[in-house]
């Protein structure tokens, strides 16, 4: 009888993990088990034609099942063209189980033909990392990669499978990994000072991030923003940690610039930060971020981002929805009638003051309502009455994210991703792996022409295996987002305001992203004109398989200019 080899045993331990999906791209080195998935028609496995997009397929799938996602990518070339998803993976803890072969153990005195420190470039962009030296322990580390991957604080993994090594018999049996439970909660007496201290505030404020939507604590959240009349603030987020529609719920605090983020931290007398941590910006401030005299709260499961950069007065490693529970059952023991009531009328003019302000915004839309170019409130204003309740958006529109959640506030959890992490790209793929997890519903992928550009032929990944997604791209024809940036930056440095940098510029020649979904197989129609778009949308509400719409939007761009400017 011939004993079972490796390159068998690791996909029935992926199919005994629950493991249905293996996004990839093939190399020579990972032959053995890619002609063994033959046999395995329970492992599927989704062809992307670059590394990027199939970690980024993946964390869209990760996202969407809160379970780990299973990528293959070749060796030294393919972990390097996977390395910048990686990265976006690991700031977001996506759970990923990324394996990568190699051509052998026995080789690895040769310094031959694609022989690299994979191990070394996988570690910054990963939770762990290593390679099988030993076929005895093949599935052993196989499940430590699994068990590491979908623990909180979760994030991607990297494992080596050296093809001696699964071409060698498995002497180990396959069982199911095992995921440690983190459902722990803090004594009673430190929930309880904790709540005097927020049931005291004047102005308590709430700093939450995906570390709520991972442990399903949003109505937990929500209990407690309500009980204390507390705004509620995402920290670098990109889950719905509590519905958008909430009066409560404010947004988002800065991404790129510490200075628009400290007008929001410096409010509150009391902060409670779960979650997450403080704060995310790429220009940071390097100063206190808090009022004065504020007192911080700190839960997380992460202890490592606690008291990261700002003092904390308490800090609490533990579950955020058991914690949060607890914490408000605590609160409402000791609010008096009077803290009630001082806590609905701060939460009755927070919820009329973001009234107001999406008012306005909206008043501002009707202004620029039927312009040419268009302006994307128009389309969402369109698109959100045509949509079921339950389509689920994958955003990675960043400048015109803020006409969707205007028009199609997000509200149930798992129904809403948006892009975290820093790199472009991940709209179209991680469409895809929210639609794979999630076949019976509207899934809809918003990116922009910059992101769009990244991972294009991911389109053709949605044609082949026919992925019932919709794909719209916001096409401003800039990167308009560094256009915002370089203003900001102008400002600081004393600048006078003039013409952005022509790298900025993506208008010419002419990106048609109509043609390029259909030369892919993907059907799309290109919208210009006001009406224009409710047949579009219609029709790709309507059509069976991948379906896109190229957008064309107002921007601030200068055909004219290149190839005549000297030096763009």
């Given amino acids: 009888m011939t004993q ?3 390159r068998f045993a690791i996909l029935e331990q992926f199919l005994a993990d629950g493991i249905h999906y ?20 329970d492992l599927k496995y989704i062809l992307t034609l670059q590394e990027t997009v199939a970690v980024m397929t993946a964390d869209g799938y990760a996202r969407a099942t809160k379970k780990p996602a299973l990528v293959q990518i070749h060796s030294g070339v393919g972990l390097g063209n996977a390395i910048g998803a990686l990265y976006q993976a690991m700031r977001g803890h996506a759970p990923l189980v990324v394996i990568g072969g190699d051509a052998g153990i026995k080789y690895a005195a040769m310094d031959a033909q694609m022989a690299a420190d994979l191990v070394g470039m996988a570690k910054p962009v990963t939770k762990w990392a290593a390679t099988v030296n030993e076929p005895s322990s093949l599935l052993r580390m196989l499940r430590r990669a699994i068990k590491i991957a979908s623990t909180p604080p979760m994030g991607p993994v990297y494992l080596c499978l050296p093809q001696d090594i699964l071409d060698a018999p498995v002497v180990e049996p396959i069982i199911p990994t095992l995921t440690p439970s983190t459902r722990v909660v803090p004594d009673d007496e430190t929930v309880k000072a904790v709540a005097q201290t927020l049931v005291a505030a004047k102005k308590p404020m709430i700093f939450v991030g995906d570390g709520v939507a991972y442990s399903g604590a949003q109505a937990e959240l929500t209990k407690v923003a309500e009980l204390l009349g507390a705004e509620v603030w995402d920290v670098d987020s990109g889950e719905v940690n509590i519905s958008y529609a909430h009066p409560l719920y404010q947004g988002a605090t800065g991404h790129m610039f510490g200075s628009s983020s400290l007008p929001i931290t410096t409010k509150g007398d009391v902060n409670l930060v779960c979650g997450t941590y403080m704060v995310p910006e790429v220009f940071p401030e390097l100063g206190n971020i808090f009022a004065p005299g504020a007192k911080v709260i700190h839960i997380d499961l992460n202890a490592y981002e606690i008291a990261k950069n700002h003092p904390v007065d308490v800090g609490i490693v533990s579950d955020p929805k058991l914690t949060l529970a607890k914490l408000a059952d605590a609160i409402k023991d000791i609010l008096t009638a009077q803290e009630q009531s001082a806590a609905q009328t701060r939460a009755a003019e927070i919820g009329k003051a973001k009234a107001d302000k999406i008012a306005a915004a909206k008043a501002a839309d009707q202004a620029v309502r039927d312009s040419v170019p268009l302006h994307f409130s128009r389309f969402m204003e369109e698109l959100a009455p045509l949509l079921p309740e339950d389509a689920i958006f994958f955003d990675e529109a960043l400048t015109s994210s803020p006409n969707i959640v205007r028009y199609k506030p997000p509200s149930k959890p798992d129904h809403y991703f948006l892009t975290r992490g820093g790199s472009l790209g991940v709209g179209i793929p991680g469409a895809i792996g929210a639609k794979l997890a999630n076949p019976d519903k509207k899934v809809i992928g918003f990116t922009g022409d910059g992101g769009g550009m990244y991972t294009i032929q991911a389109l053709w990944t949605a044609a082949r295996h026919n992925v019932d997604a919709i794909f719209i791209i916001c096409n401003n024809r800039s990167y ?70 190229d957008v064309v939007l107002e921007g601030d761009v200068r055909p004219d200019m290149i190839g005549i400017r000297c030096g763009q």
């Fill in 480 to 549: 308009k987002l560094l256009q915002l940036n370089i203003q900001a930056y102008w400002q600081e440095q004393s600048v006078a305001k003039h013409d952005f940098p022509l790298s900025f510029d993506l208008s010419k020649p002419v990106l048609r992203f109509d043609e390029m979904a259909r030369s892919m197989g993907v059907e799309a129609v290109r919208v210009e004109k006001p009406e224009e778009i409710a047949p579009a949308i219609k029709q790709a509400l309507a059509h069976n398989g991948p379906f896109l719409i």
């Fill in 4 to 6: 079972k080899t490796g």
């Fill in 22 to 41: 293996m996004f990839g791209n093939p190399g020579t080195v990972e032959q053995g088990f890619l002609d063994a998935l033959w046999e395995y028609p």
